[in-house]
């Protein structure tokens, strides 16, 4: 079983449709990251965070320390949001675990 | 700008053959990794300096070598005994302490 888990694998959505892509994992952490990564392949970093809830424009990420879970969210869905978004926990190193990705397409 | 940059964007090697990935950053950063990026897989730590002079191995370090010699500078080498080496590979960087790290744009890798 990966150390962390992300669902859905693969996610479709219509312009302007509400998108949350969640993550599940099972080590103790120090920190949380959300990278987006486009169809080039660059990895750009959305959000580092440790607890409670970050914004920034249209995304949104949370996380529940207790329940090992966090959830990105995106508002507003565009076409250009489509890309691959990227979990990696970070543990007592300075090394992240990454989750495998969702590959997220918005359909105008 | 302050970046990351890798180069070359494709590389082909033949069999036998070793080749050197490279990334540069002139964000003045002090730790910089090395990740592989396979179809269906999270990426993977292949090897990471936190500072000039010194490097660790990653969760998979066997068949690539590095160095670091300047801050800006960290060098990756598939060596010949990598058996497997086609994948995307990725540089990054960060000030340190889990802090954000920076992405290069990423070099793909494919055997003749």
């Known amino acids: 079983k990966n150390e962390v888990e992300q669902s859905p694998q693969n996610l479709t959505a219509q312009e302007g449709e509400f998108i949350t892509i969640n993550c599940s994992y099972s080590?103790?952490?120090?920190?949380l990251h959300w990278l987006q990564q486009h169809p080039g392949g660059g990895i750009v970093s959305l959000f580092m965070l440790s607890s409670g809830k970050k914004k920034h424009g249209r995304l949104i990420a949370t996380i529940n320390i207790q329940e090992k879970h966090s959830s990105l969210h995106i508002t507003a869905s565009h076409p250009r949001d489509s890309a691959v978004y990227i979990c990696a926990v970070k543990i007592w190193t300075d090394k992240l675990i990454f989750g495998t990705g969702t590959r997220l397409q918005v359909f105008p | 700008d302050g970046g990351i940059t890798q180069s070359p964007k494709y590389l082909f090697r033949k069999e036998g053959q070793n080749v050197t990935l490279s990334c540069e950053q002139n964000?003045?950063?002090?730790?910089m990794y090395w990740y592989r990026q396979d179809p269906g897989q999270g990426l993977r730590l292949i090897y990471y300096?936190?500072?000039?002079?010194?490097?660790q191995k990653g969760d998979i370090a066997e068949g690539y070598s590095v160095s670091r010699e300047k801050k800006e500078s960290f060098p990756l080498t598939v060596t010949s005994a990598q058996k497997n080496p086609t994948a995307f590979y990725l540089c990054?960087?960060?000030?340190?302490?889990?802090?954000?790290?920076?992405f290069g744009p990423g070099t793909r890798l494919l055997v003749l």
């Open positions: 300096s936190q500072i000039v002079n010194d490097f």
């Open positions: 990054a960087s960060t000030t340190g302490g889990g802090e954000t790290q920076y």
């Open positions: 080590v103790g952490i120090s920190a």
């Open positions: 964000l003045n950063h002090d730790a």
